[in-house]
Each structure stands twice: as C-alpha cells, then as structure tokens.
C-alpha cells in the first residue's frame, strides 16, 4: 500500500455479527491514517488548542507515552504480549530487555511494518504480530508472562474491556501479570485530549478509577501497582 493511498479498514475472520467491529475499524481507520501520515480535518476552534500543536509537532506523544517497562520490570527470557503494539518493537529497548516479543494489533499498517522490519531487528526476540482484536487474543492458554496494553483502553468502554480481561486471564501463566494504562480522567489534560481524539476520529470515555478497578475484579484481577503519569496511569495486574 502506497504511503498517500486511502487506509483500509481493519477486518477479522471472527464473528461479523460481534457488535464491537464497527468501534473496532473506526480506532484502525484512525490509527491507519496516523501511520500513513494523512492529514486529519479538524475545526480551527480544535486547532487553536495547544494540546492541538502539542499533538501536531509529535510533542504530545512523548509527554503522554505510559513507560509500561518501569512497572513491569521485563526480564530476560520472558514472553511478552503487546496487545495494540503499534510499532513498539522498533522504538523500545526490546533487544536490551532480551524479553521474547509477540504483538497483536487492529492496524494492518502497524502489523505489517513490524511484520517486515521487526526481524530483520532480531529474529531470534521477535516472535511476530497477529491482526486482530484485543477481546480475541489469537494466542494459546498459558502462554505468556506477561502482557502489555497501552494507549487505547480510553477508546473503548468498560464492558468491552470485561471481554479483553478474561482473554487476557487466559493466556497469561498462573504467575503471570497484565500491565495497562486507563486515560486518569481527573488529571488537567484529560478533557482537552478526549476533545482532540474525537475529532480525529477516535471517541474517547472518561471512566473513573473506581469503576476500572470494580472492572478488574470481577475479572478476578488485582492490581498490585500504580503508576501516575501526565494523562495516563498504569496498573499492573495479577489474576
């Protein structure tokens, strides 16, 4: 696919009755044209926010990146999920960690750039990326130490997120942990950003950490550790 080429939407050969595809290819179409570097159409009253200029200069991104390694603490020979990976393996220090790399991922753009390039990084920790969603893990039982999910829980609503703790759960072994971020909605930045992502095509919930962590339990998770950051907080979660 050509860089300036229209995104295609994400696809999946699960159910096509499932009544979260629609939201799905929306957050794919979205990050496809991130990926792609297209232009997004936005009111000049969203422009002239500075979290708009922050976005646009690439700025915001390093300011609001969850530094999911400080709290998992990845350790060498692990198997590691990164569900909505992006193109994680090539900008973190996967090769120091010398942690094994799986993602799964609902961009056909991301997958395929890591698909290409991640081996040519290290074949040996790169272990491949799978298209799909994240309440579908397309992973055996057991399988991993742990798995990571951050930047898009904000996108999707708690009951859906019910779905991915228990695929989650599953494929996790018994000593295994979850680490994740949930959009903190008390912190300053969290209106302001929930305004840009939904005129970039991506809407944004703001739920509270009281309803998070009620959702964690009765998936039969505990978190175990907090960490605050500018828009986002990571938990790390046992089962």
Partial sequence: MSKNSPSKPYTTNTNPSDKWQERIAQIAYRFNRQYQNQPFEVPEEVQAMPIFQEWKT??????????????????????????????????YPWRDWQAFFYGQEISNIARDTLNSRGSQLNSKLFKGVELGASHYLNYASDQFDLVIATGFSCYFPLEYWQAVLLEVKRVLKPDGHFVFDILNSEQPLAEDWAVLETYLGAEVFLESGTEWEKTIKTAGGKVVKRQLGELFELYKVRF
């Fill in 58 to 91: 690439g700025l915001l991104g390093d300011r609001i990146v969850s530094p999911f390694w400080e709290i998992a603490q990845i350790q060498k020979n692990q198997h590691c999920l990164d569900i909505g990976c992006g193109v994680s393996f090539l900008i």
